[in-house]
Nanobody, 120 residues
Framework: QVQVVESGGGLVQPGGSLRLSCAAS????????LGWYRQAPGKQRELVAA???????NYADSVKGRFTISRDDAKNTVYLQMNSLKPEDTAVYYC??????????????WGQGTQVTVSS
């Protein structure tokens, strides 16, 4: 079993910053892809940012230049630095982790979500 836990969400004013963290644990052999998704009420879940081995990154157009994704392989942790936040960034943010278990079976695990609210 692989567990994924997000933290760092909260209430922030427009123009402010937040840093989200996501830690994966369990019988993990290797993490290949880490991603942040978000879902606002009445909206479909969308990819915000993803990072692979070798620091290859992918960002949604709406967050380019404002958000930065990074990873710490020693801690099986991924971060999302969110700057210049806008009200439209308000959503529940979910962490997605893909890789291989110790058995070499692939896994695709999701966290429980953390709420980000941007409002004055």
């Amino acid at each position: 079993q692989v567990q994924v836990v997000e933290s760092g969400g909260g209430l922030v004013q427009p123009g402010g910053s937040l840093r989200l963290s996501c830690a994966a644990s369990g019988r993990i052999f290797k993490i290949n892809v880490l991603g942040w998704y978000r879902q606002a009420p009445g909206k479909q879940r969308e990819l915000v940012a993803a990072i692979t081995s070798g620091e290859t990154t992918n960002y949604a157009d709406s967050v380019k230049g404002r958000f930065t994704i990074s990873r710490d392989d020693a801690k099986n942790t991924v971060y999302l630095q969110m700057n210049s936040l806008k009200p439209e960034d308000t959503a529940v943010y979910y962490c997605n982790v893909q890789g291989l278990k110790l058995s070499m079976a692939p896994f695709n695990a999701w966290g429980q979500g953390t709420q980000v609210t941007v409002s004055s």
